[in-house]
Structures are given as C-alpha cells and as structure tokens.
C-alpha cells in the first residue's frame, strides 16, 4: 500500500528524470512558482487573440478555447521533448496580420486566410526538417530582422490606437486623433498606462491586470454585461475544421503564405535564442541546449494552431518573466501549458472583456516590439534605409506582406549602389527576387 510520502517521492523521481532539476540546480517548487509566472504574463493572449480573430469574423468563444488549447499544447510540449522553461501561444502580429489586413483589407474569407497560415506555418517546418531555418537565421541582416519586429510593433500598435478610439479615419488627413474625452478612449488609455507603469515596476501580471480593472470599470458603467464565471467549455465546432487549406492555394496568396513562414521564423527563433540567454543556456553564437528540439516544437505547434483555428503559434518572450523567478527547465513551461487548460473554464469571462480593454495590450505590445530598432546601425545608411522601410512601411501601407518586400529589395538596391555587394547574403538576394517576381507577375496583374 502507497503512503503519500512515497507518491511524492514518486512524483520527485519522474520529475527528476524528465527535467533533470539537479541538474540545472532547480526544484519542483521553483519551477512550479515559474510557471505561474510566466502564466501571468502572458495569460492575456487568450482575451486579446479572440478580439483580434473576431474582426475577422471567427466565433470568439470558439477561438478563446482554441487559444487555450494550443498554448498548453505548445507549451507543454516545448517542456517535455525540448525540456526548456519556453511558453508557447498564438503569435501577436501575425493574428493581427491575418485579421486586419489578410481579411479585413484584402477581402479574403477567414477560412482561406487560416489555410494560408497553415501552408506558411508548414513551410516553416520543412525549413526546420531540412536545416534551411538555421542558414536563413544566420544569413539575414539584424537591420532587416529588425525592421520586420519594429514594423508589426507599429503596426499592432496603430490598431490598439484604433481600437480605443484614440485614431479615427479622416478623408483628409488619412488618420486624426478621436474625441479624447469619450469613455472609450479614456478607458484604453487608462488600460495602456497600467500596464507600462506596473511593467516599469517589474509587475509580471501587468497586462492581465490593465485587462481586469478595464473590463470592471466597464461592466460598473454598463458598457460590460457579467454573463456567469465557469462553465464548461463551448462548442469549438465553428472553427475547428473549418479551415480551408485548399483555396489557400492561391498564387494570389503566395506572398502572404511566404510572409507568415518567414516573420513566424524571425519571431520564434529570435525568442527562443532570447529567453535561453536570459536563463544562461545559450551559448555566444545564441546556440543553447535542445536547439533542434526546441525548433521542431514550435514549427509542429504552429501548423498545428492554424490547423485548428488559431493563428501561428510561437515561444512568448514573457516566458523571462518564469526564467526571472528561477525557472531552468521544462517543468516551468509544462505547468504554463496546465494552467491554460485550467483557463478553458472561464470561457463567460473572455466574451466579457470589451474591446478598449484588449487596446492597451495591443499598444504596449507595439512599444515592445517598436523598441527592438535601438540595435540598428543608424549612422550606416545601408542598414538605416532598409529597415526604416521595412518598419514604416508595413503600418503605412496596411500590409506587413509589403513592408517586407520593399525591404529586403532596399536592402540589395542600397549595398549595390554603394558598391558593397559583397555583403549580400544568397539568402537576401532570394527573398528579394521572389519579392520582385510577386510584385511584377502576381501583383501587377
């Protein structure tokens, strides 16, 4: 007969030998406390991400339980094959991407937009099969991979502005600033400065709580009705098999199906690299443990969520937040995964949140990724020119498509006008001149 003294002991033991904790000089506990972190932090995508996906047109209580399922699926995953304290969840940028400008601007059904996620997401994982994700990684310009994270920090960031009411359309200016003194407006900036002051101060539940005290303060004015706290999950029936991976094979779609492979390649892989340097895994060349593991995890998660219905799914830099607390191994990221299957009951809660309180975690999310253009060579007008494009670009034309193109073409304009054509990489020169092909052949016509 077991004791619960032995079933602990148990428990320790298969903890032990699946994360090695001694090893990496962690315990259960430590690793438990990281995982609940790092929840916290990054809990909001499942009240942002069915906001986001719903302008698209998808069910929103459909796509808050495929958000939480995918991001325990990746995430635990990513804790037992790659043993690395690395969240994953639906990616911010490119579900804005795919709702806002796959959808919205270019008029293409959700379910053929999903399918063209799936095709990039799938691309993604033969570069990882046949190691071609390596050399890409290695062979572009910090200026271009810069440009794509700074461009769709904008670019998220100008739809927080919009969807607090902070930006209104105007036929003359383009964009004006919105009545400043509706509740909406008020409300999403009340939302922002939560959160940039309490992340300031080094409060990981930052956003979550920005979210909270936005969607009380609506329901005490009567913008929010409370529809109950726990149920069983709803029917995911709407989404789930709804993709359309057929008609995402569009020539059309090309560009965009080529987009969402290469920013979910630069996002995920330049997140992993960043968290396990935070956890004193990577080594100086930003190879750490697992490396091969840890790829093929995410490539298989993201064709995953698109096959079920979320957008693209990647490691989540707010898993520092688990590796700031002590979490050193897979565990952390395996108690993240539970904790969103847990989330899955509050369904009732997420179809509360309006839409300005989603805002300021879009705008913050913005500032985040917008701050990344720091590491640009700005005095070198060859890398400057390039990832300036690429940045403003994609907000300016309402296509992160686009911005990439006219960055990676920028990019080889500016090295062979100045003579430097040597430090062009065959990478470089390749997604250029499929970019020139789209333009002149898919584009023009």
């Known amino acids: 007969m077991s004791t619960p003294h032995s079933n602990a002991t148990g428990g320790k033991g298969l903890a032990e030998r699946l994360f090695k904790l001694t090893q990496h000089g962690t315990t259960v506990r430590t690793e438990t406390i990281a995982g609940l972190t790092t929840f916290l932090t990054m809990v909001y995508i499942v009240f942002v991400n069915p906001q986001i996906l719903g302008v698209a047109g998808m069910d929103k209580q459909a796509v808050f339980v495929t958000t939480c399922l995918i991001a325990a699926f990746g995430s635990i995953l990513m804790g037992v094959i790659a043993n690395l304290p690395v969240a994953l969840a639906p990616a911010m940028g490119l579900n804005a991407f795919f709702a806002f400008v796959v959808v919205g601007a270019m008029g293409v059904s959700w379910q053929v937009g999903m399918g063209a996620i799936f095709w990039g997401a799938v691309g993604l994982l033969l570069l990882t099969i046949f190691r071609i994700r390596y050399w890409m990684i290695a062979n572009i310009p910090i200026s271009l ?10 670019f998220i960031g100008m739809m927080g502005l919009k969807n607090a009411g902070i930006i209104v359309p105007n036929p003359d200016t383009i964009v004006t600033i919105g009545n400043l003194t509706s509740h909406n407006v ?27 005290v936005t969607t009380l303060i609506g329901l005490a004015i009567g913008d929010v009705h409370y529809n109950g706290f726990w149920s069983m999950p709803p029917s995911i029936t709407t989404v789930v098999g709804q993709v359309d991976l057929k008609g995402a094979l569009n020539i059309g ?34 190879k750490f443990p697992q490396m091969k593991q840890a790829l093929y995890v995410d490539s298989v998660a993201s064709v995953a969520g698109a096959f079920i219905g979320t957008s693209s799914v990647g490691a989540y830099i707010e898993s520092t937040s688990g590796v700031s607390v002590g979490g050193r191994t897979g565990l952390t990221a395996v108690v ?38 720091a590491r640009v060579s700005w005095d070198d007008l060859t ?33 062979l006008g100045t003579g430097r054509w040597r430090e ?7 997604v250029a001149l499929l970019f020139v092909l789209k333009i002149a052949f898919v584009d023009g016509h």
């Open 145 to 154: 991979r810069v440009g794509i994270t700074a461009g769709i920090g904008l």
């Open 186 to 212: 008020l409300l999403g900036v009340l939302g922002f400065f939560i959160i940039a002051v309490l992340a300031s101060r080094n409060f990981h539940a930052s956003v979550l709580v920005s979210i909270v």
């Open 253 to 286: 779609l090309a560009g965009v199906i080529f987009s969402f492979m290469l920013v979910n390649l630069f996002d995920s892989s330049g997140t992993l690299i960043g968290v396990t340097d935070k956890a004193g895994l990577a080594d100086a060349q930003g």
């Open 336 to 373: 993240t995964g539970l904790l969103f299957l847990l989330v899955i009951f509050i369904s009732p809660l997420a179809g509360m949140v309006p839409e300005y309180a989603a805002a300021g975690a879009l705008i913050y999310v913005g500032v985040l990724m917008t701050s990344s253009l």
């Open 383 to 415: 890398e400057a020119v390039p990832a300036f494009v690429t940045a403003v670009m994609m907000p300016f034309s309402f296509s992160i498509t686009e911005g990439i193109a006219l960055g990676f073409i920028s990019y080889v304009v500016m090295k």
């Open 424 to 430: 062009i990489s065959p990478c470089v020169v390749v």
